[in-house]
């Protein structure tokens, strides 16, 4: 097209060639099929006459319905016609649309847009159309500046052309429609102007303003839909804002901007709707100021949003080594631990593939496009690791396995790359040996061995592993040495290369643990080598343990190989024990190996062995003397404590850990120093699980540990106590009846100790679902002191408790149906004692339903527990629903008779309503056993009959089981007539309710139905449709909502009075009577 310029521009060049007028100011008829914010629906404009500038338009927006792909041609053609009734005819073809002028095309194309707005967000035509609006808008403004010529880019106001008049006009239209009643409306508006928003380039100031106010009031919006919408504009927004604020002289507009900044991120922190989180997480411009609140979302309850973290977020970001140290270990340790699968592997797709690609140098890739793959680089993979601090992420239960483990999987090309020649093992740092120990661990581990042939190619024989083994381990005890002996200048440096070394050698020795030991000369070089290392003082605890580990592997795994094992071990415990005191006593050669009992404390004078050979030493001397003698015995009993770890066999046929218990660790549980007795405790456990008649012995000294001790001696007490009973049997539970006190004490410490109630928490949830305490008094305690530990306010702040009883307490009861009866038996005094919790709180305290929930709803969740259809049964017939049919619930019929007693005792009136609104919860199946539905429904019938219950809402929950009993009966009735004459016995006779009052809410075949209106009532009862009508002032109607599953429905209670009084109808009117009645009844 020629470049002309526009009708609108009024220069004398412009009016001199224009044949139509161009108004410059909106027409006010255009904004007032907007109007709709007073009314539900659309207000559409009164149509006007057909023309052909309507027809030429309608035809594009149809077109544009039906597909994407042809969008772009769409908006050409409609350009055209724009450009038809905006511009001067450049030749003298006459089209359609050259008799119609802006004004006219402008009202054109808002008419079709308004069509969109009622759309629903299910319908798709809606999403095209407003992609179609927003495109054909960005190409009209392209065109309108490409025949304008250059443009200021630096101007403070936008050139009008008919593209941004167009844009002005649709919006003054489209922003009433922001507050319109109509969800969609609002919808399809918000959605049309947050596009527009995001298709622009440039917009006018005072339109920005309009813009900017008009979605702000959205992110309030009730809907999900309409405030996801919302924040996608204002993110857009926000990032111009922040732009163009260093150029901005303007005060006000800073603030704006950061006002609504802060804003969006209040939205992403609370808004209760994924979808619009998570689109202001991929919309919000990445600032130093929001940048910490975009990753949170990396623990965000939305799985999606999560992972648009990983796969969205962190890779716009750019290079990860902007990120602090912390915050990439915090990001990676919370993506490859996600629960979700999707989030963990795009987690692991970010380290092994843009991660890497940035310590490789390789250039980002362009909007949309691939990234480029570097092939690869060893040394940008030892960059990675260390970015990542693998010397403290690599540890045991560490991160940088895991993120390595997906490396290795995800790379084959690494794979195959990497090479561990001599150089490489001469010369290891941190990270290289972590990347040969990450490789020998998924070589070994994955695949099910079809990588085992690159551990043949690659890794070192045994022989060799050993010697460079041996070569590290020389390097960290020189740097422990020189450690200590340094000034205290030098201190932070040398510790830092000590923790390097000592990381090495962890490593080495980690892979060590799973080396092929077949080959006799690797083995023996590797035994001599360990059993040397042992021997060493200043061993590292770490390392110690790996080493007592791979020495246990190295011996044969029989009892003889064990005997070898502990014999090895035991020598180098008394040459550690030795070598130290021989500098301080070296004439004490006939001191015996129970010297580990420590015999000076801080204020002990020195022994008598002393006074007679040794010169009297000093205060500060002495003092370092009894510091040195406790680091002696605390790294004995730490390689003790090692080695009983691997130790399996009975204590008594092994002597050397007979002479071991009697010589290091009892003299160690005696001594008078805390951290010396604390690991003998320890250790002595570990000799406990070993031999049943030590463990019976020394019960009480744990149990003395636990009540004396501090916190965590207690809970070292308890583990020890836990891992007895596991070893051992319950029976030492059920033979000392303090052990259990101790367990119930711990229990309830949660105030005095959150940490003690957590750890016994845990064990006593092991020991009911390992099924290790069996006495039905025993568990019942546990577990009712598990339940009222759930729910009672004292818990709330204590997280471990609550997520642990979270997962223990449905898994236990729907594992088996003796754990069901088991809670089913505590149901009512854990209900009891947390009424009386409850009782306690400050009614005054407006934060009571905060802090315990209501008892109800504590109720409704014991009977889900008890539920037998959700209990695992193998083999058990599953309807369609999923749920199962003709189950068992005798766990149900014994909770309902033991609450019938409890509402027949002396509890207050409060707490017999919330115990009687249970029996309208509970499952009756005809399944249950004959002997208990009759036993329950006779003593239902003599609670209905003998008016137990005295509110509606009771009364109903029991005549619901009431009617539900009596079905099943009247069914057992039948077939037992059926199969012959028999004389019914008396429990299990048709018990006729005396009451005048009937619930119809029941469990049934639904051959009844409630129907109201009007004022009245009808009731329909079986298929004969007998109708009760409610009499104006005859009836008195109390309805109720109860059923069986803890949800509410109508339920119609109608008793008839006569004279003011209350009469009973007789037992051929009973209502209950006519509830009862089966069509095969007539066969009696």
């Not at 290392?533 to 343990?545: C, M, Q, Y």
């Not at 020195?606 to 009297?616: C, D, L, Y």
């Not at 250790?683 to 070993?690: A, I, V």
Request: include cysteine; charged fraction near 30%; aromatic fraction near 4%.
């Amino acid at each position: 097209m020629p470049a002309r310029t526009s009708r609108s521009a009024r220069t004398s060049t412009a009016a001199a060639h224009s044949h139509k007028s161009s108004v410059g100011s909106f027409n006010p008829r255009a904004s007032t099929a907007s109007r709709a914010s007073s009314s539900a629906h659309l207000d559409i404009p009164a149509e006007t006459p057909d023309n052909a500038l309507r027809t030429q338009v309608a035809t594009v927006f149809r077109e544009a319905q039906r597909t994407t792909a042809s969008h772009r041609k769409l908006a050409v053609t409609l350009r055209k016609v724009q450009e038809a009734c905006c511009y001067e005819p450049t030749s003298a073809k006459k089209s359609a649309a050259s008799d119609f002028d802006e004004d006219d095309f402008n009202n054109e194309f808002v008419r079709c847009v308004l069509r969109v707005m009622p759309i629903k967000k299910s319908e798709g035509v809606g999403e095209k159309t407003i992609r179609f609006i927003g495109l054909f808008l960005r190409h009209s403004i392209e065109k309108d500046n490409e025949a304008m010529g250059e443009v200021d880019e630096d101007a403070s106001t936008m050139p009008e052309t008919p593209g941004t008049r167009l844009t002005g006009h649709l919006v003054e239209t489209i922003l009433p429609l922001l507050t319109a009643k109509d969800k969609f409306v609002r919808y399809r508006s918000t959605q049309l102007i947050s596009h527009i928003i995001n298709s622009l380039d440039a917009i006018d100031d005072d339109l920005f303003q309009k813009l900017r106010s008009g979605l702000l009031k959205r992110i309030r919006d009730k809907e999900a839909m309409v405030r996801a919408q919302a924040v996608l504009g204002l993110g857009r927004l926000a990032g111009n804002q922040i732009e163009a604020e260093p150029n901005s002289d303007d005060s006000d507009d800073g603030e704006a901007a950061v006002g609504l900044l802060e804003k969006l991120l209040e939205v992403l922190q609370n808004d209760p709707s994924a979808d619009v989180r998570r689109s202001l997480l991929v919309n919000l411009p990445i600032l130093p100021t929001t940048l910490p609140y975009l990753l949170e979302r990396a623990r965000d309850q939305d799985a999606m949003t999560r992972r648009a973290v990983y796969s969205r977020l962190l890779p716009a970001l750019g290079d990860f080594r902007h990120l602090s140290l912390s915050m990439r270990e915090k990001l990676l340790r919370s993506g490859l631990r996600d629960r979700d699968e999707n989030v963990r592997k795009a987690a692991g797709r970010l380290f092994r593939e843009r991660w890497i690609e940035d310590c490789a140098g390789t250039p980002p890739p362009a909007e949309g496009g691939q990234p480029e793959v570097s092939p690869p680089s060893i040394e940008a993979l030892l960059e990675l690791l260390e970015r990542i601090d693998v010397v403290n992420s690599g540890v045991e239960n560490g991160v940088a396995l895991e993120a390595m483990k997906g490396f290795w999987e995800g790379r084959p090309d690494y794979r195959e790359a990497v090479t561990f020649d001599d150089n490489f093992w001469e010369t290891l740092s941190a990270e290289s040996v972590f990347v040969a120990r990450s490789f020998n661990d998924f070589c070994r581990t994955e695949g099910n061995g079809k990588f085992e042939y690159l551990i043949e190619e690659k890794l070192p024989e045994v022989t060799k592993v050993a010697f460079y083994l041996e070569r590290y381990i020389k390097v960290l005890i020189d740097a422990i040495q020189r450690a200590n002996e340094q000034e205290v200048d030098d201190e932070d440096e040398e510790e830092s290369d000590t923790v390097e070394q000592e990381f090495i050698v962890e490593q080495l020795l980690h892979i060590a643990l799973t080396l092929d030991y077949s080959d006799e000369v690797g083995r023996r070089k590797m035994f001599a080598l360990l059993r040397q290392t042992l021997s060493i003082p200043e061993l590292p605890d770490e390392v110690t343990k790996l080493t007592v580990n791979v020495l246990r592997d190295i011996c044969a795994p029989d009892s003889a190989g064990e005997k070898e094992f502990c014999s090895i071990v035991l020598e180098a415990v008394a040459d550690v024990h030795d070598t130290i005191v021989d500098d301080h006593d070296a004439d004490a050669d006939d001191e015996s190996f129970h010297s580990a009992k420590s015999e000076v404390s801080s204020d002990s004078t020195p022994t008598k062995r002393g006074k007679s050979k040794t010169p009297e030493l000093s205060e500060e001397e002495a003092a370092r003397k009894a510091i040195k003698e406790i680091m002696i015995n605390m790294k004995c009993l730490h390689i003790v404590q090692c080695m009983l770890s691997n130790v399996a066999g009975n204590l008594q046929q092994n002597d050397h850990l007979v002479s071991m218990l009697n010589n290091l660790v009892v003299p160690a549980v005696r001594s008078h120093e805390a951290p010396v007795r604390e690991r003998g405790l320890v250790c002595l456990g570990l000799c406990s699980l070993l031999d049943r008649s030590l463990a019976e012995e020394n019960l009480t000294l744990f149990m003395h540990f636990f009540s004396k001790g501090h916190t965590a001696l207690q809970i070292t007490a308890l583990h020890i106590l836990t891992d007895i009973l596991n070893a051992h049997g319950a029976q030492l539970l059920s033979a000392n009846p303090t052990l259990q006190k101790v367990y119930i004490k711990a229990l309830r410490s949660g105030a005095k100790s959150p940490e003690v109630q957590a750890a016994a928490t845990v064990a006593a949830s092991k020991l009911l679902l390992g099924r290790v305490v069996s006495d039905p008094v025993v568990s019942g305690e546990l577990l009712k002191t598990l339940v009222v530990a759930y729910f009672e306010p004292a818990s709330s702040g204590n997280q471990s408790v609550r997520q642990a009883l979270n997962y223990f307490l449905p898994v236990f009861c729907y594992s088996r149906p003796e754990n069901q009866e088991l809670m089913g038996s505590v149901v009512l005094d854990a209900l009891h004692t947390l009424y009386n919790v409850r009782e306690g709180l400050d009614d005054d305290d407006a934060d009571v339903e905060d802090e315990m929930v209501s008892l109800s709803t504590i109720g409704a969740c014991l009977i889900d527990w008890t539920d037998p259809r959700k209990c695992y049964t193998p083999g058990a017939a599953v309807g369609i629903d999923g749920e199962k049919k003709n189950v068992n619930s005798d766990v149900h019929l014994d909770l309902a008779r033991d609450v019938l007693e409890r509402l027949g005792g002396n509890a207050s009136k409060e707490e017999k309503k919330i115990i009687a609104g249970l029996l309208g919860k509970l499952y009756i199946s005809p399944s249950s056993s004959e002997d208990k539905i009759r036993e329950v429904y006779a003593l239902v019938c003599e609670a209905v009959e003998g008016q137990l219950l005295s509110d509606a809402t009771s009364r109903n929950a029991l005549y619901k089981i009431h009617v539900s009993l009596g079905k099943i009966v009247n069914s057992l009735d039948s077939a037992a007539a059926a199969a012959g004459p028999t004389m019914l016995t008396a429990g299990g006779r048709r018990s006729m309710s005396r009451s005048a009052s009937v619930a119809l809410s029941v469990d049934g075949d639904g051959d009844r139905t409630a129907v109201q209106g009007g004022g009245k009532s009808a009731v329909l009862l079986n298929d004969e449709e007998q109708v009760i009508k409610e009499e104006d002032e005859e009836m008195d109607e109390t309805m109720d909502t109860v059923d069986g599953d803890g949800e509410q429905e109508d339920t119609v209670v109608i008793q008839r009075k006569q004279g003011g009084q209350g009469t009973t109808r007789g037992v051929d009117d009973s209502l209950v009577d006519d509830l009862l009645t089966d069509e095969n009844e007539d066969e009696f």
